[in-house]
């Protein structure tokens, strides 16, 4: 089962979509599953000014991608640089076993988009 703040985000996700102009983007893909997830972001004065995804795959992956963007957002370059896998995992109330991939494949692209980040 999933928790109600997964399907939220999953019925409701946070900053769908890509940034305009972006600062950085990045897409990474679990070859094992075939989650695909697509971060792009925009930095303003040391922040995560604007930050979008797109994700393809099962519906943790959707969440956590979601909840990454909403976790990163608003964040110093270094504070969104601490956000942790299980900082998505508390942020959608946790997901199955078989679904833990979800939260990887999520803070890997964030850390990856941020590592192109200045």
Known sequence: MFSSQLLD???????????ADPDG??????????DVVRLSAKVSEGRVAAIGFRAKGCVAAMACASA?????????LEEARALT????????GGVPAAS???AQLAIDALTALLQKLK
């Open 68 to 76: 990454a963007t909403e976790l990163a957002r608003g964040c110093t």
């Open 100 to 102: 833990t991939h979800a």
């Open 25 to 34: 983007e990045v897409q990474l893909e679990n070859p094992a599953c075939g």
């Open 85 to 92: 896998r299980a900082d998505i995992l508390e942020a959608v």
């Open 9 to 19: 985000h999953f019925a409701h996700p946070r900053n769908p979509g890509d940034v």
